[in-house]
């Protein structure tokens, strides 16, 4: 161990950081904790990487990538012994408007590349909650979303090239041409390799955007209004659900004025550079919420109205957080279809837990939705809250959803990877692991469960 970190630093000088009162900083991310790293090492470049990972793969000893540790899933916490290396200092970004891509550092903060993008007229859409924390790496590692991957896909679907180091610190690239090395380390949440630089493609801003705003009496019509919606072959920009104690929670943490006997909002944007498409559509999403019994339907007339009727949805996370200090925001995925019964059983489900308040938002769109159970970490049962998130994933497995839409499985629910997938699938990733890090230094204990022979 203190031969590693010799050499470490003998190569890398003060990037690395050892001392107990900088490597307890690193012991989080937005969900879970463990112990503090060994060291932390400050990475610069690629080459600090390579030197890293080639020193820790000698050593046999485990690398933890870390970027802004916004994540949900436990992703960049340590669960042992470990290095992590941060990419917070490697935070390059050029903008190219003519070929319109984005090269960037894995640091770079996600709002970082829009807001240097906007002076061409142009803009990278995947939009996480978090785009103001998050990094890029840190995005590309867990394939991450937000409500506009609805229309525009998720963050691999923007990413044309790759820079990254493999466990034994050799510097790659790879584009998306042949078999996909670039699509395996997407949404491998640091298992594989280590994301060192990226090219992205950005995408002009459009011209017009349209806002509507449903209210209904019951959730079963806003899971009908989503439907009603794709069957009339309509994919919004974004199409976002809050259910009633999300709403109760907005109201009572921001006082909005917001319906707290309703069971569900929707809030949905149509966008485009044609108005009168634009405009058509949106007066369609309005009748859909209609025709699905909303009792209430507002169209936005302005920009400034239409940041006003997303300001409630937006609350959403800021809200919960008022009434709990700790949350575990689950992230299932159910098809469209049963949006209405998977949101039903799960509020069933929650009449077992009364002391655990219990809300559902999320890209209703894509059936991505954020099941959330309020807790105090002080105070609760750490094993009550994970067999309750446990019981919500179950329903989405039972209506045919998968484990994550977009925050990842990390440590959070890589107990349930056994039950939630194919012995063959979890077999084939096993294989993949493998041919990419023989000694398991990458991230290990995350992501993939230990098979039983
Ligand atoms: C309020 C809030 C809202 C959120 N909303 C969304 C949302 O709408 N959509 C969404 O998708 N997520 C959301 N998230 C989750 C989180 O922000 C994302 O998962 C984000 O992609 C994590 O980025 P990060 O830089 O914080 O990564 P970290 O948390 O630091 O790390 C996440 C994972 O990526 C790995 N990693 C980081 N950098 C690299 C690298 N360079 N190479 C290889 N692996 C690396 C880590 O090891 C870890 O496994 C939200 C989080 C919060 C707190």
Partial sequence: MKALLDSLKKALGDKVRDK?????????????????????????????????????????????????SSGLSGGAVPVGDCIMIATNRMTRLEIDPIKRIARVQPGVITDAISAAAKKHGLYYPPDPASSRQSTIGGNIAENAGGPQCLKKGVTGDYVLELEFVTADGQIQRADRSGIDLAGMIIGSEGTLAFVTDAVLKLEPLPKYTR????????????????????????????????DQNSIRAVEQFMNMGLPTDAEAILVCDTDGDDADIVNLEIESVAEAFREANAREVRLAASPEEAAQLWKARRSVSPALGNIRPHRFNEDIVVPRSKLEPAMREMQEIAKHYPHFPFAIFGHAGDGNLHPNILFDRTKDSIEEVDHFAHEVARVAIAHGGVLSGEHGIGMMKRGFMTEATPRETL???????????PNGIMNPKKVLPELQP
């Fill in 20 to 68: 107990i009162t900088d490597t307890l900083l690193y012991r989080y991310d937005a969900i879970a904790q463990g112990p503090a790293p060994l060291a932390v090492v400050l990475a610069e470049t690629a080459r600090d990487v390579a030197t890293t990972l080639e020193l820790c793969s000698a050593a046999k000893m485990a690398v933890v990538p870390r970027g802004a």
């Fill in 427 to 437: 077999e084939a990733w096993w294989r993949i692991k493998h041919a990419f890090d």
């Fill in 211 to 242: 806002t509507a705003f449903a209210v209904f009496n019951e959730l079963g019509q806003a899971g009908r209004a989503v439907a009603l919606i794709t069957a009339r072959g309509l994919t919004p920009a974004k199409l976002e659900l809050m």
